[in-house]
């Protein structure tokens, strides 16, 4: 039952809002203090909030997504900089360039993905991503491709903070704080794509290898598209081979090159379909 169709026994909000404007224009209610506490920005960004702050973004896009009905997702991670493939030669380093292949293949792997999940609904394997451009844009361009809704996670940045133009507006999301927003891609997440990428997206990696690793997290498919920019950068082998981490642990991600690829190493993962809100 949502606030519409709830009965009510105390005055709204809102509407106490409302006669707050109309009353007379005094000194005592020009004071800040005089505001209603939840209707005073001022108020609700002091340092002594931010624990109220905190709840209200994880609990904004988490109604947001129950009213959608919106069950399961498949993130997106991958680098703001890395143009499509019609733009390359616009990219500032022949290694960009290069990369741009992977727009491509983000925006047909979102496509896909969207197919499937509105063929079934819509309210499973959303596409989610982080809002910007680059492989974000490419993921929420791929659904809307096929017609289909995708999420996007926006976070409050010097640069790169706009959201691109495809994302669904009703899913579109701005944040302040980035674990809040981690919170939120992995929540529901069935599986994660990640894409070659900067510091943002290796620390979105190294922090979804580490939930699973521990078993904060269901194990779902971390799939990481283009090996040789994956082994050039990290040398994950030598993690093993240190001791600093398992051997075993080298299955938690598969390498895949292209949309097909991946959508079938989605399709063969053991466990799938079994969705996860695995960091509780």
Known sequence: MNDQTRPRRFPDARTDV???KKTPDTAQTRSPTYRLAFNDPDFLC???LRPVRLQLELLKPEMAFEEAGIESTIVMFG???IPEAAKRDSARTRTLAALSKYYDEAREFARL???KSMASGGRHDVIITGGGPGVMEAGNRGAADAGGRSISLNIVLPHEQAPNRYATPELCFNFHYFA???MHFLMRAKAITVFPGGFGTLDELFESLTLIQTGRMDRIPVLLFGRAFWERIVNFSALADAGTIAHEDLNLFTFVETAAEAI???ETFNGANQATRGTG
């Open 79 to 81: 680098g703001a900089r």
């Open 18 to 20: 409302q006669k707050w």
């Open 113 to 115: 993905c969207t197919v």
């Open 180 to 182: 809040i927003r981690k």
């Open 264 to 266: 079938n190493a989605l």
């Open 46 to 48: 002091r340092d002594e």
